[in-house]
Every structure is written in structure tokens, then in C-alpha cells.
């Protein structure tokens, strides 16, 4: 059991101090990952952008790479460096847009660098000519996000242009879908059209077509032509399906949020509970405080509508959040000091989930799991050996 973000303490009996943590099961990570390599029968390039969706960027790299993970992806350059530094070998590709003076830290590191226009293009070759080393490009096609990329009625004079790269090697080419997760799937295979038009580009002149994927989770469940040559799922690697999409991959969460009860008390009738006095009870009550709040990512907008589980049952948070702190309003039943209390996860027959957890807090799985900050102390079980 590794866990991070805690200080350093000699004299410390238990891995972590503070109750509250996150619970990131690597076997379950690796299981999804194969679930959709085989489901796709093609190479999966992992994407591990903002601390891997939350989970701890280095552990889960370092985890599927043991596994045999072909590819990463990430947002940013300083990502790429920090797998390299903790010693990741597999290719990087860095999916974000670059900025010039960043273009010889990334041949420095061997990150593969996003190129959507034939200046990027020309940069990287003079950089990489300078330094006497070969840059690894992928391409960017904008079909339809607005986002980064060339667009796909002006991309022709950019694929010519690749061909005549020195120092450079053209390693892939590949485009993003903006409603992939879609019940209505027409947006996408729109973008898709254009895609296939782009490529038709490398049969017409003869050329080797490049590594071509396009697939982020929504496409990976929705739209198998979309498949190309590898995928890029993010938020379905972590076990979490986009809401509405048909959930044919087994996959299953790997995260779980923990905490413990740290207070108990009975409050009287309106006795109002935390800030601004928001919520109080017409009936005398117990209350329990748990040692978690906003200032870890456990959203304030959530106050009034999230649960928390407790020796199985679902009980509701009461009053305002606070920075480092909430409430729970658990009736007349007991609870105990150091009782476990499940932010996120199951507990028995219940469970709370990414999804509910992104209602209360009104936004998206997405935003929620990156959201819980790194204050929150993650605990990695079931490592896998190779
Ligand atoms: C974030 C991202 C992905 C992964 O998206 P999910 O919806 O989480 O699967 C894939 N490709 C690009 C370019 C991205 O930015």
C-alpha cells in the first residue's frame, strides 16, 4: 500500500493520518484497461491528463505500464515531463496545443508533440535540426470541436507538408469528437466524414497513411467506426461510463472516498446546523461531523442534497459544507467515533456514485473527479506484479 500526499512522520503506525483518503484499486484500472482492448482489438493509448482523472497520475502510470499500456496521453507539457522523470519509457503524446518556447522540452524528453499547422510543423523540424535529435509529431485535424487543430477544409497543405519533414517523424494523425457521449450521434458522424475525407489524402498521393485514432470514450461505446487505429479513453478507463451512452464495456470504478466519523453530538430542535444557519431539525437529532469539505473538493453546491454512507445506510449531509468539515444528520441510529464513512463507493448494498456525486454538485463526472484536490491523500491497493 503507497500512499502519497502525507508528510513524513518516523513514528507514525498507520500509512495514513488524516481519515479522509481516496481508495484507488489498481487491479480494478488494469481489468478495465483490458476490457477495452479487447472490446476494441486494437492499441489503447491511456489518458492520464490531470492527475489522471484524479486518481494519481505516476502510480496509475507506472501501473499500466507494468501492464503492457502501449500508449499515453496527457494534456500539458510539464505532465509528460513528470512521467518521464518518474521513469515511464512508453510514448507520450501531449494532446494540448504548443507554445514555441516549449518545443525543445519536449524533443528533450521524447513527448510526442501535437502539430496542427505547417509554422508548429517548421518550428519543431528547425528545433529538432538544432539538436540534433528526431521530434515525434501527431497531427491535429479539427473536425469539428473548434478547439485546436487545423481545419479539416484547410488540412491537405499540412499532410503534404509532413511528408517533407527531415527531423521530424509523422507519427500519427487524429481528430477529437465533440458529441461522442450524444444520444444524437449525427454531430459526430459528421466530424467523422471529414475525418475519412482528410486521410483519403495518404491513398491519393500513395503515402503511408500514420497512426490514426479518434476515439474518446463516448466514441469507444458509440461508434465503432470511429475506432481507427488505437483509442483514447479517458473517463472510461477509470470504470466511469459518460451518462447516457450504452455501458457495453464491463468496466467498473477504481476510486473510493473515505472518511470517519470525528464528532458525534445531539442537537436540539432548532438548534440551527453550520453556516448561515441554514438547516435545522424540528425533532431532537444526533449529528455526526466528518472531517472532509470543499477545500478537498467535496463541492459546497453539493449542501442540502449529498449522502454519505454509514454502517451501510444512506444518510443525508445537513447544513452548509465547510472548508474541512460537514455534517450528517443520521436520525436516531448510532454511529461511533471512527465509524467509516463513504463519501463515494459502496458500502453493503448501497453505493454512491461518480454520476450522483456530479448531479448534487451539478456538473459533470468529468469536472468531479478532477475536482477532488490533492490535499486528499490517495491510497493504492491491489498492485499488480510483472
Ligand atoms: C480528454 C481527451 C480524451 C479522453 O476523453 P474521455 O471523454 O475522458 O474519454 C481523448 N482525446 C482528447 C484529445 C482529450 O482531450
Known amino acids: 500500500m503507497l500512499a502519497i ?15 479522509t483518503h481516496l481508495t ?31 486518481h494519481g497520475m505516476i502510480p496509475v ?21 513528470m512521467l518521464r522523470q518518474a521513469g515511464i519509457t512508453a510514448p507520450i503524446l501531449v494532446l494540448g496545443g504548443i507554445a514555441g518556447n516549449q518545443i525543445r522540452h519536449f524533443i528533450a524528453h521524447d513527448l510526442t508533440l501535437t502539430a496542427s499547422s505547417i509554422e508548429k510543423l517548421n518550428q519543431i523540424e528547425d528545433t529538432a535540426g538544432a539538436m540534433g535529435k528526431q521530434a515525434h509529431v501527431h497531427l491535429k485535424i479539427d473536425t469539428g470541436m473548434e478547439r485546436i487543430g ?20 509523422i507519427d500519427g494523425i487524429y481528430s477529437h469528437f465533440a458529441n461522442a457521449d450524444a444520444a444524437d450521434l449525427t454531430h459526430a458522424r459528421l466530424q467523422l466524414a471529414r475525418f475519412n475525407d482528410v486521410l483519403a489524402f495518404y491513398d491519393e498521393v500513395g503515402a503511408v497513411r500514420p497512426t490514426v485514432h479518434m476515439a474518446n470514450s463516448g466514441a469507444i461505446l458509440q461508434l465503432p467506426e470511429a475506432w481507427f487505429d488505437m483509442v483514447r479513453p479517458g473517463l472510461l478507463a477509470y470504470g466511469v461510463y459518460p451518462d447516457g451512452v450504452p455501458q457495453t464495456i464491463p468496466v467498473h470504478p477504481a476510486l473510493s472516498w473515505q472518511s470517519q466519523v470525528v464528532y458525534f453530538k445531539v442537537v436540539r430542535p432548532h438548534h440551527p446546523v453550520s453556516y448561515g444557519s441554514a438547516w435545522q431539525a424540528d425533532e431532537m ?21 449529498a ?30 467515533n471512527g465509524d467509516p464513512v463513504t463519501l463515494l463507493g459502496c458500502d453493503g448494498d448501497e453505493a454512491i456514485t461518480v454520476s450522483q456525486l456530479a448531479d ?27
Open 150 to 169: 487545423v481545419h479539416y477544409y484547410s488540412a491537405r497543405s499540412l499532410l503534404a507538408h509532413s511528408l517533407t519533414c527531415q527531423h521530424t517523424i
Open 360 to 386: 448534487w454538485s451539478d456538473t459533470i463526472t468529468w469536472e468531479l473527479l478532477t475536482s477532488i484536490n490533492t490535499r486528499v491523500p490517495r491510497i493504492y491497493v491491489n498492485e499488480i506484479e510483472h
Open 285 to 305: 437529532t444526533r449529528i455526526v461531523t466528518i472531517p472532509v469539505g470543499y477545500g478537498d473538493g467535496y463541492s459546497r453546491r453539493m449542501s442540502g442534497m
Open 24 to 54: 484507488i484499486d489498481l487491479a480494478i484500472l488494469a481489468a478495465n484497461y483490458k476490457a477495452i482492448a479487447a472490446h476494441v482489438g486494437r492499441p489503447v493509448m491511456l489518458i492520464l491528463k490531470a492527475n489522471a482523472y484524479g
Open 5 to 19: 500526499n502525507q508528510p513524513t512522520i518516523a513514528d507514525a503506525d498507520d500509512a495514513v493520518l488524516r481519515p
Open 61 to 81: 502510470a507506472q501501473q499500466m505500464e507494468a501492464i503492457g499500456t502501449p500508449w499515453f496521453g496527457v494534456a500539458y507539457l510539464e505532465e509528460g515531463i
Open 307 to 336: 449522502e454519505v454512507l454509514i454502517r451501510g445506510k444512506r444518510y443525508p449531509v445537513v447544513g452548509r459544507i465547510c472548508m474541512d468539515q460537514m455534517m450528517v444528520n443520521i436520525g436516531w441510529d448510532t454511529a461511533y
